[in-house]
C-alpha cells in the first residue's frame, strides 16, 4: 500500500536555527514527490515536485531533497514567517491522486 | 498568479441536506479534483475529474457524491444527504497535467 510518513510532527525553531524535516515513502512506481505549504485554514501552497532520486530543489530558504525512500526539506536560517504546515505527498504512476502525509507543523520564533 | 477560487468559504448545515461546494478552477487547466481535510487529519483525495467525466475516485467518494462542470467555468461538489462526519476542508485542485496541482482556499462545511 502507497503510504506517506513525515517527522517530526511538530518542530519549534529559533529564528535563524537551520533544520530538516523528513518524508518517508512507499510508492508502487514514483511519478512525483510533492512539497506544499500549508497556513492555518488555507489550501496547500505548492512549493516543490521531484521526480528521481538524486533530484534537488531550492526556493527561498527551502531545499528539498529526494531519494528512493524518502525526502528531505531543509530550512535554512528560518524566519517567523516561515511558520506553517509543510505536507508531503506522492503520486504514482498510473493514478491522479495525491497521497498526503499528516505534515510537519513548524514554529519559528524570534 | 493565477488561482482557484472556492465558494463559500465557510457552509454550515444540517444532517441530510443537500449541500453544493463550488470552485473557479484555472483558466487553462485541464484536470479537476476534490480533496477534504477532516480537522487534524491527512488531505484525502475523492475525485478526479477530465474530459467531462470522472477519470478516478477514492472508496470514500461513495454515492452520496457527485461532481459536475455545469459551464465550462465552474467545478462542483454535490454532497446528496450530508452526515455528520462529513464536516471537513474541503479543497478543489486543478492542474494542466494530472500532477503539479494548485490548491484553492477550501471551503469549511460543518454538518449540524
Known amino acids: 500500500e502507497d503510504q506517506v510518513t513525515q517527522s517530526p510532527e511538530a518542530l519549534r525553531l529559533q529564528e535563524g536555527e537551520s533544520s530538516s524535516l523528513n518524508c518517508s515513502y512507499t510508492v508502487s512506481g514514483l511519478r512525483g514527490l510533492f512539497w506544499y505549504r500549508q497556513d492555518p485554514g488555507k489550501g496547500p501552497e505548492f512549493l516543490f515536485t521531484l521526480y528521481s532520486a538524486g533530484e534537488e530543489k531550492e526556493k527561498e530558504r527551502l531545499k528539498a531533497t529526494l531519494t528512493k525512500k524518502e525526502s528531505f526539506l531543509h530550512i535554512t536560517a528560518p524566519k517567523p514567517e516561515d511558520s506553517a504546515t509543510y505536507l508531503c505527498a506522492v503520486q504514482a504512476r498510473n493514478t491522479d491522486k495525491l497521497i498526503f502525509g499528516t505534515g510537519t507543523r513548524l514554529q519559528v520564533f524570534p | 498568479e493565477p488561482e482557484v477560487t472556492q465558494t463559500p468559504s465557510h457552509q454550515v448545515t444540517q444532517m441530510g441536506q443537500e449541500v453544493i461546494l463550488r470552485c473557479v478552477p484555472i483558466s487553462n487547466h485541464l484536470y479537476f479534483y476534490w480533496y477534504r481535510q477532516i480537522l487534524g487529519q491527512k488531505v484525502e483525495f475523492l475525485v478526479s475529474?477530465?474530459?467531462?467525466?470522472?477519470?478516478?475516485k477514492s472508496e470514500i467518494f461513495d454515492d452520496q457524491f457527485s461532481v459536475e462542470r455545469p459551464d465550462g467555468s465552474n467545478f462542483t461538489l454535490k454532497i446528496r444527504s450530508t452526515k455528520l462526519e462529513d464536516s471537513a476542508m474541503y479543497f478543489c485542485?486543478?492542474?494542466?497535467?494530472?500532477?503539479?496541482?494548485?490548491f484553492g482556499s477550501g471551503t469549511r462545511l460543518t454538518v449540524v
Open positions: 485542485a486543478s492542474s494542466v497535467e494530472n500532477y503539479g496541482y494548485t
Open positions: 475529474f477530465y474530459n467531462n467525466e470522472i477519470s478516478e
